[in-house]
């Protein structure tokens, strides 16, 4: 009985062992990341240049768990470099931030120090309303940012450690789920940013605030913030923008809900969260996408007669971002398809919506395009939305000018003709002048009617 429950307690230890490492050391990876600081010159201050060196940090999700240390660090790092991080949340074990032995690709991984300070913006200023500085700020602190393979998840996290032990602790961290966002026009969007705060540190229960900003080019605006210590929302929100304030409160869930989507919208978005003290962010891109509406003018062409040359325009409108090519093609009746080039394409024109329309004009010469009978002429417009195109009927009808053998042949008529007037003529003269004077009537006549035919 003793050796059965002996066995039993094994089997159970080592199912746990096993449970553990999945849990921990199996699916927290190791991850490589750039050491970044701001050079110190030799007067003791900044000379704003920064030095990068290679760093390795270990990850598990419970201080107690033994990482993987006994593999060996790579001789090319530095062994005060390499970090023990528990994060509880598990937030860094994200598999796009592990990816298999040997890949080339790697996640993206950088960490700093951090000073953490009270800050002054209104919507953050009431978290440190008591001035005072806890004690427990006081250590080595630290700042991680991560992007994951294929930008699959960005995270950004604070971490602390006690003075000079290299045992780091998650404190804050921030995540998003969608680093880049494209949308169409008019639809709802949903920029996801998620922050987990460590329940156990004295800055959390303080309340925290969240800020959008968006940044474009230089110009940057702020979209929306909100101060969760007093539930009180920044006068500067921009319209249609919201949060899921229940959902921030009960999960941490700060992601920005933008109502419609307009060309404007497009740009880098960044979420900040703040603790008291402490403050940590992710970016995200939208990109406002919409093909264009594609239409040719005029519709339907007006029939067209061998030789003679119509001009189509292409209008494509309604369109974002800016990028596009036009070109034309011909499809003629035997379906077969040949490309007619891009014709002359017009610069862009800007919408009050922001969304560009942009056209190009095609001469169709009849006779030089070799267009036969005629076929449909297409437009196709190429852009980042998707394909667009339209197409109109040509159609080229025979001879209305008469063509060369035909006027020869003319020519040839009226010649035998009138080589027939003159020998009837002179048959008649010849046989008596009373006669001929009548003759000469007729023959007069019979000219007329020779030149009339001629004529048709
Ligand atoms: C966050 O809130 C938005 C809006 O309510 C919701 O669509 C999204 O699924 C939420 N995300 C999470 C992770 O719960």
Not at 314 to 324: D, K, N, R, T
Not at 335 to 360: I, N
Not at 401 to 421: K, N, Q
Request: proline letters at 5%.
């Amino acid at each position: 009985m003793t050796e059965l429950s002996t066995i039993y307690k094994l089997s159970l230890v080592t199912f746990i062992c096993f449970i553990k490492a999945c849990s921990s050391s199996s699916s927290c990876p190791v991850l490589e990341c750039w050491f970044v600081q701001e050079k110190t010159g030799r007067g003791g201050g900044l000379t704003g240049a920064t030095s990068q060196e290679k760093s390795l940090l270990h990850i598990r999700t419970d201080a107690h768990s033994h990482t993987a240390k006994s593999q060996q660090a790579p001789s090319d790092i530095n062994p005060d470099r390499v970090y023990s991080i528990t994060d509880p949340a598990a937030t860094l074990c994200h598999l796009s931030l592990n990816p298999p032995r040997g890949s080339v690709e790697k996640p993206q991984c950088e960490i700093n120090p951090f000073s953490p300070q009270p800050s002054d913006l209104k919507w953050v200023a009431p978290l440190t309303d008591s001035g005072l500085s806890p004690i427990y700020l006081e250590a080595d602190w630290f700042s991680t940012s991560l992007q994951g393979l294929n930008k699959q998840v960005a995270i950004s996290t604070i971490m602390r450690a006690p003075t000079a032990t290299k045992e780091h602790n998650v404190i804050l961290s921030v995540t998003s789920n969608t680093v880049s966002v494209q949308s169409r026009l008019g639809e709802p969007v949903l920029l996801d940013c998620g922050f987990w705060v460590d329940s156990s540190s004295p800055l959390s229960g303080s309340g925290f605030a969240v800020e959008w900003r968006y940044q474009f080019r230089g110009d940057g605006r702020l979209v929306l913030a909100y101060d969760g210590k007093t539930d009180r929302l920044a006068d500067a929100k921009e319209k249609g923008a919201t949060l899921d304030f229940e959902g921030l409160h009960e999960k941490g869930n700060a992601s920005l809900i933008l109502q419609e989507a307009e060309v404007r919208h497009s740009g880098m978005y960044i979420c900040s969260v703040y603790l008291p003290h402490i403050v940590a962010q992710v970016t995200l891109e939208l990109e406002v996408v919409e093909p264009p509406s594609v239409s040719i003018y005029p519709s339907p062409l007006p029939l067209a007669v061998q030789g003679q040359t119509l001009t189509a325009q292409c209008e494509a409108s309604g369109f974002a971002p800016l990028s596009l090519e036009l070109s034309w093609e011909f499809q003629g009746i035997d379906g077969k398809s040949r490309p007619l080039g891009s014709g002359s394409v017009t610069g862009h024109r800007q919408a009050w919506d922001g969304t560009y329309s942009q056209s190009s004009q095609l001469e169709l010469d009849t006779t030089k395009l070799d267009l036969g009978r005629g076929g449909e002429v297409i437009c196709v417009a190429v852009h980042l939305g998707g394909k667009r195109q339209a197409s109109v009927t040509l159609n080229v009808i025979g001879f209305s000018t008469p063509s060369i053998e035909d006027s020869m042949g003319m020519v040839g008529v009226a010649l035998v003709l009138y080589g027939l007037i003159k020998f009837v003529s002179w048959t008649f003269t010849s046989s008596g002048s009373d006669v001929a004077g009548q003759q000469e009537k007729l023959v007069k006549d019979q000219k007329l009617r020779g030149f009339k035919m001629v004529m048709f």
